[in-house]
């Protein structure tokens, strides 16, 4: 398994409408991989692997680059940061936190709490409220001299190591660099395999704030056939009862077959199941209530395309302690390269 280029990969900062550093990154793996490799207006990048026919179906698959950040919005005459979040950010997980403010210029460090006092002067009122993303601020300790590094819309990430530990990988940005690496490894490992598609693996922008950029490629290559590549929840964890687990970390990638953004195609999930069966690839199908992925944007695009998801189940989605196993992150990208070698 190639860990070392999971950890480049979700160790590169990049938030909605600035996945520029991850779209280098992935350009800079994907050498030889494709045969046409081109940027969209939105930033997406489109790869296509030919087929070795002229009425081949066209299979998409979607990987969104971005992950959720905050661009600075106001910098207060004493230097300090303040943000809008590009992402959903639930406040509790906010607290003294280490960040990086990336500009055209360099990085800086910087922590982040909300405005008020610490314990030893707080009253246990005053600890019982939650702040709202917006009372954080960022304090980058060079005080005015801010003003001379840091412009409005530059962009802020969490700043955590990538972690192996046990059987999982732990990063602030395994939604979704997990389908980067996906998006990758799967063609990887398909080799000569699969010709009988046109493939498509596309890795998009701006799927944090609303599957912008999944929308505009789905638009350009109107698939046949469009896989939306993502982290689901993994709430097998103390405090949840069963039945909103979601998904059992170690039991397999994740068959999507629902959430508020898109039903997945039917003969799709089936198909998909029996090329798992087949192949002795775990698997467990899942449905989200709410919560949406890029597989919706190229099901509704164009005149439409048959959609599905494959996911991979992440404990503590969207903090900085983001967990998958190893186990099934090798099984999404066995069923991907197992489906794609299908079309012969
Ligand atoms: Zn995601």
């Known amino acids: 398994m190639n ?18 550093r991850v779209r ?96 030893h002067i707080s009253s246990a009122e005053d600890r019982k409220k939650i702040p709202e993303v917006g009372e954080f601020f960022v304090d980058l300790g060079m005080g005015k001299k801010s003003h001379d ?17 046990g059987d999982k990988f732990v990063s602030k940005a395994l939604d979704n660099r997990v389908a980067c690496w996906l998006g990758i490894e799967a063609i990887r490992a398909l080799a000569d395999q699969g010709r009988g598609a046109e493939i498509h693996v596309v ?12 929308r505009t490629s789905a638009f350009k290559i109107q698939p046949d056939i ?12 103390p405090g949840i009862p069963d039945k909103d687990a979601t998904t059992v970390q170690g039991a397999g990638f994740g068959l999507h077959v629902r959430d508020s953004s898109f039903i997945a195609d039917r003969d799709l999930v089936k198909q998909i199941e029996a090329v798992a069966i087949e ?9 989200l209530a709410a919560g949406g992925q890029d597989g919706a944007a ?37 069923i991907l390269v197992a489906y794609l070698a299908t079309f012969k």
């Open 279 to 287: 192949n002795d690839i775990p698997y467990q199908r899942t449905m």
């Open 3 to 20: 860990t070392d280029l999971l950890k480049r990969l979700c160790e590169t900062a990049g938030v909605p409408g600035n996945e520029h």
């Open 149 to 165: 590094h840091i412009k409005v819309g530059d962009f802020v990430v969490m700043d955590e190591p990538f972690l192996e530990m």
């Open 24 to 119: 280098d990154l992935i350009l800079s793996e994907i050498d030889g991989l494709f045969d046409e490799v081109t940027t969209d207006p939105m930033g997406s990048l489109l790869c296509k692997r030919k087929a070795d026919r002229a009425d081949a179906p066209k299979v998409m698959l979607l990987c969104h680059m971005d992950e959720i950040g905050f661009l600075v919005s106001h910098i207060s005459k004493d230097g300090y940061l303040y943000m809008q979040p590009v992402g959903g950010f639930d406040p509790r997980n906010l607290f003294s936190r280490r960040v990086k403010v990336c500009t055209d210029d360099g990085d800086f460090k910087g922590v982040m709490n909300p405005g008020g006092k610490p314990i």
């Open 203 to 214: 890795f998009t922008t701006q799927e944090e704030v609303g599957l912008r950029g999944a």
């Open 298 to 334: 190229a099901q509704q695009a164009a005149a439409g395309a048959r959609a599905v998801g494959i996911v991979v189940g992440t404990r503590y989605i969207h903090t900085v302690t983001e967990m998958v196993a190893q186990s099934d992150l090798a099984a999404a990208r066995d």
């Open 226 to 237: 469009g896989i939306g590549i993502d982290t689901t929840l993994s709430c097998d964890t």
